[in-house]
């Protein structure tokens, strides 16, 4: 049960050979694909040979095996967790009522935009990291890079699969606009706002995957306790290649921290940018961009969406089928926001359904801040006083109840002037950004990293950290 089968054109574990007119669907959607990822996914490496994971398995553990591949040859497919059996209805008005093997017409609308809203997030990650391999601060770098963007390439599968079983023509359509979409497209951009940002450096990379794939890993945990069973057992699956993105995010910010430690100490008056390291403050500017910037992927505070979500059974809480919640219908409970009224905050207590989204963030902001207690703890360990901090979630926001308002990281209202003004203490400066830029430089011996990164503490499969992750081809030049 647990093995995919590899020797179909799209490795699955559906059995999708026995359906006929959906293997017939997605056949003729995977060269829409591929041409996509040709045009799309890293510039420049589609020859060369990565040491990249694949799914062998669905299996919780033992599901990975490693090998050399070309990414155009990896074996994306359809893979979803065994189904659990009699699952019933987890969270909503249907709490304990048997689960859905197909969509229900009352909630297809919903279901499809929910699923349509998730899969246009992936292909968009991996056009807004294309240019990165030219860059990459190691091979071990590199691939990890590239093992995050095919898995982000399986996970539009995953999604394109749900749309095209389940959802019949509307939902083929919806699957080819997926690949026509494009990140930061004046006509077509992508649907959420941070998928359309350019992810230029490493810096930016390492804050991506640590703050908006970690977004992704909460939005997949709360579409896994869906009614919906095909939606919940892809989105489970699809969470254990999310745990290695964020990986990637938090030690990478960890690395390029304990690297500027280094290079403080080794400095007069502690001047990491003469010596070609990213100051602590730049790097605390990057961090309260991405961070506010994936705040407001959890949508509006007060949001009627998230209470039909929830009262339908499509979306619930943060494992939520677990001991975390006593209540699961959560008819009674109110939750308690502060929203900005002439300048003020005042605190408004809202129906606890209405504010779903906040309490799958508030899940998301305890795992952040833990990622960073831990970054603090290296600037602890070089006894250097700075921390890092998590922005107020007033700062910088673009949806929501303080869209658009002159907060400044501490969450003091500022004037719209005294914002302007003092901006570049805040987020990213236009030299900042060419600053790093100018770090930019590939390093491709393996073993060796760029000078503004320590490197990882180990290798990837019980690989030395000087393995060759990525073997080049002997023709192409980089
Ligand atoms: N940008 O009532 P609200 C990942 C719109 S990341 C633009 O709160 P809702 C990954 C909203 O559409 C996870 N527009 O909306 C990470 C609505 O529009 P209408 C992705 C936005 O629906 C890294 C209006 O504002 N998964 O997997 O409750 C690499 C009112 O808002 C935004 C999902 O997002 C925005 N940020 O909440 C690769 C899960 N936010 O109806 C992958 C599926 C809100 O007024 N999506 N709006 O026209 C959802 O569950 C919900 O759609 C959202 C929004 C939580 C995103
Ligand atoms: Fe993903
Ligand atoms: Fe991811």
Not at 69 to 91: C, E, H, Q
Not at 108 to 116: A, T
Not at 244 to 268: K, S
């Amino acid at each position: 049960m647990g093995n995919v089968n590899y020797s179909d054109k799209i490795p699955n574990n559906v059995n999708l050979s026995s359906d006929r007119k959906l293997q017939r669907a997605l056949e003729s959607w995977q060269p829409n694909f591929l041409d996509w990822w040709m045009d799309m996914g890293p510039l420049g490496f589609q020859q060369d040979q990565i040491y990249l994971r694949t799914a062998i398995s669905v299996e919780t553990d033992g599901w990975a095996h490693f090998d050399y591949v070309k990414m155009p040859d990896y074996r994306w497919g359809i893979f979803l967790t065994p189904p659990k059996n009699s699952r019933t209805v987890a969270f909503g008005d249907d709490y304990g009522k048997p689960v859905w093997d197909k969509v229900p017409g009352n909630v297809r609308k919903e279901l499809r935009r929910i699923i349509v809203t998730q899969g246009d997030t992936e292909p968009a990650s991996v056009e807004q990291q294309k240019l990165l391999g030219k860059t990459a601060p190691s091979l071990y770098d590199l691939r990890n890079l590239f093992q995050v963007n095919v898995e982000e390439g399986r996970h539009l599968w995953a999604m394109v699969y749900v749309l095209h079983s389940f959802f019949g023509r509307d939902g083929r359509e919806e699957a080819e606009d997926m690949l026509v979409r494009r990140s930061g497209d004046d006509d077509s951009p992508r649907i959420l706002d941070t998928f359309n940002k350019p992810i230029d450096d490493w810096l930016a990379f390492f804050c991506f995957t640590m703050f908006t794939d970690r977004d992704g890993k909460y939005q997949l945990a709360a579409l896994a306790e869906s009614s919906f069973d095909p939606l919940a057992r892809s989105t489970q699956f699809m969470l254990t290649e999310e745990a290695h993105h964020l990986f990637v995010g938090e030690t990478g910010i960890r690395r390029v921290l304990e690297r500027t430690c280094q290079l403080m100490q080794e400095t007069p008056n502690e001047d990491v940018r003469s010596v070609g390291g990213i100051p602590i403050d730049l790097v605390q500017r990057y961090v309260n961009e991405w961070y506010s910037t994936s705040l407001d992927l959890f949508g509006a505070e007060d949001s009627s969406n998230a209470a039909s979500y929830f009262a339908q059974g499509l979306k619930g809480r943060f494992r939520e089928s677990s001991k975390r919640y006593d209540d699961h219908v959560a008819l009674k409970g109110t939750y308690r926001l502060r929203k900005p009224v002439n300048g003020k905050l005042e605190e408004e207590d809202v129906p606890l359904r209405r504010a779903m989204n906040m309490v799958l963030r508030q899940a998301y902001i305890e795992d952040c801040e833990r990622g960073v207690l831990k970054w603090n703890a290296i600037l602890k360990k070089h006894s250097i006083k700075s921390a890092i901090k998590l922005p107020a979630e007033q700062f910088g926001r673009s949806q929501g109840l303080y869209a658009n308002m002159p907060f400044d990281p501490s969450g003091q209202l500022l004037t719209q002037e005294a914002y302007d003004a003092r901006k570049d203490e805040f987020l990213p400066s236009t030299e900042d950004l060419e600053y790093v830029q100018s770090l930019m430089q590939p390093v491709y011996e393996p073993g060796k990293f760029a000078n503004w990164i320590a490197p990882p503490t180990r290798g990837i499969n019980g690989h030395p950290i000087e393995y060759r992750y990525v073997k080049f081809d002997e023709h192409v030049r980089h």
